[in-house]
T-cell receptor, first 116, second 113 residues
Framework: NAGVTQTPKFQVLKTGQSMTLQCAQDMNHNSMYWYRQDPGMGLRLIYYSASEGTTDKGEVPNGYNVSRLNKREFSLRLESAAPSQTSVYFC???????????????FGDGTRLSIL | SQQGEEDPQALSIQEGENATMNCSYKTSINNLQWYRQNSGRGLVHLILIRSNEREKHSGRLRVTLDTSKKSSSLLITASRAADTASYFCATDSLGSSASKIIFGSGTRLSIRP
């Protein structure tokens, strides 16, 4: 049982290049999320998908696009990478909330992205 | 914007001692979660406490929640070297989409052998 798998684990891009980060989960979760983590900071939500076929903006969506390809896969695309997007990117998944109660999120091990 | 803020930012203790981390938040919540992050890895969920709960235990972990003070604490008893990690609290907001939670900036815990 792999949980949440992210690819690639590391990537170096030049400014202006595009790239898609891949995420897949095998827990049959409805909800999936993309976060970025910068040094000394917590995770900030970029986009999330409450269920297959829906996506919504999080706290820091500018410069990113997402695709919920199916229930298992949720990809994050940088169309024109900028140095400010150098970060560690985490994908997570969870069961849908039960009423107003959140469910625990399960995380991948991240993609470390450097943009020169 | 960050809803939860952990205190202290860094904590170093001797193996076997207890570690206490605090989280303060700004707006009313439905529930609060604590996560652990080992170096170079993703976050792992530790415990969730609901707004109508005051204390919750899981193994060596004890979490308290004081909604009147908008604060929570995570106590790790009898610390071990394997507890070395960063610990984050995560909160939602009443009235917001329950799918969205906001993480604090974390407490870096180091356990000295």
């Amino acid at each position: 049982n792999a949980g949440v798998t992210q690819t690639p684990k590391f990537q170096v891009l030049k400014t202006g290049q595009s790239m898609t980060l891949q995420c897949a989960q095998d827990m049959n979760h409805n909800s999936m999320y993309w976060y970025r983590q910068d040094p000394g900071m917590g995770l900030r939500l970029i986009y999330y998908s409450a269920s297959e076929g829906t996506t919504d903006k999080g706290e820091v969506p500018n410069g990113y696009n997402v695709s919920r390809l199916n229930k298992r896969e949720f990809s994050l695309r940088l169309e024109s990478a900028a140095p400010s997007q150098t970060s560690v990117y985490f994908c997570a998944s969870s069961e849908p909330p039960s009423g107003t109660n959140n469910q625990p999120q399960h995380f991948g091990d991240g993609t470390r992205l450097s943009i020169l | 914007s960050q809803q939860g803020e952990e205190d202290p930012q860094a904590l170093s203790i001797q193996e076997g001692e207890n570690a206490t981390m605090n989280c303060s938040y700004k707006t009313s919540i439905n529930n609060l979660q604590w996560y652990r992050q080992n170096s170079g890895r993703g976050l792992v969920h530790l415990i969730l406490i609901r707004s109508n709960e005051r204390e919750k235990h899981s193994g060596r972990l004890r979490v308290t929640l004081d909604t009147s003070k908008k604060s929570s604490s995570l106590l790790i008893t009898a610390s071990r070297a394997a507890d070395t990690a960063s610990y984050f609290c995560a909160t939602d907001s009443l009235g917001s989409s329950a799918s969205k939670i906001i993480f604090g900036s974390g407490t870096r815990l180091s356990i000295r052998p």
